[in-house]
T-cell receptor
């Protein structure tokens, strides 16, 4: 089954404790992206990757890191989480090119206390 | 600059009523794509439709229909004979030439009352 998976689905952590949210897709997509969803703000892009070893900042990259060492994986790293990073996070993938729809993972709900 | 506006924050309808969700967009690109996604209470994002800027034909898929009008920069979504399972948050999104992300509206929460 074609899908984007994220782990963990739910995470409660404390300020400053490094964490990683994994994302993996099995569709051989070149493009991958991370979004955060906050009430009243819709989804905003954090980082994206056009292919292996190619990553770039989205609209709200502060406090996040990413890497793309393999085509299928695109982990999101929070080196020192803060309460304002409490949010619902989505990973997405698509074929290269702006015309293609993005497929989204199930979401990771993160709470930072 | 690219922007998507969904002015309706929340809509409630009684089952079997028709409902239209509005989407207005801004872009300087001549080539762009518009999308609608559904987010049911379970939280996942489900792709519904993609429309390119050169195709203004309306599209119908079962009870769903989409009305794209470049003259008013709108891409509205109508659900006919709504059902409780249609209750969700619906997002309109835009991606222009060379853009590296989808620009999402803030979403419209639709509640269908049985």
């Amino acid at each position: 089954e074609a899908q984007v998976t994220q782990n963990p689905r739910y995470l409660i952590t404390v300020t400053g404790k490094k964490l990683t949210v994994t994302c993996s897709q099995n569709m051989n997509h070149e493009y991958m992206s991370w979004y955060r969803q906050d009430p009243g703000l819709g989804l905003r892009q954090i980082y994206y990757s056009m292919n292996v070893e190619v990553t770039d900042k989205g609209d709200v990259p502060e406090g996040y890191k990413v890497s793309r060492k393999e085509k299928r994986n695109f982990p999101l790293i929070l080196e020192s989480p803060s309460p304002n990073q409490t949010s619902l996070y989505f990973c997405a993938s698509s074929l290269a090119g702006f015309s293609y729809e993005q497929y989204f993972g199930p979401g990771t709900r993160l709470t930072v206390t | 600059a690219q922007k998507v506006t969904q002015a309706q924050t929340e809509i409630s309808v009684v089952e079997k009523e028709d409902v239209t969700l509005d989407c207005v967009y801004e872009t300087r690109d001549t080539t762009y794509y518009l999308f609608w996604y559904k987010q049911p209470p379970s939280g996942e994002l489900v792709f519904l439709i993609r429309r390119n800027s050169f195709d203004e034909q309306n599209e119908i898929s079962g009870r769903y229909s989409w009305n794209f009008q470049k003259s008013t920069s709108s891409f509205n979504f109508t659900i006919t004979a709504s059902q409780v399972v249609d209750s969700a948050v619906y997002f309109c999104a835009l991606r222009g030439t060379g853009a590296n992300n989808l620009f999402f509206g803030t979403g419209t929460r639709l509640t269908v009352i049985p």
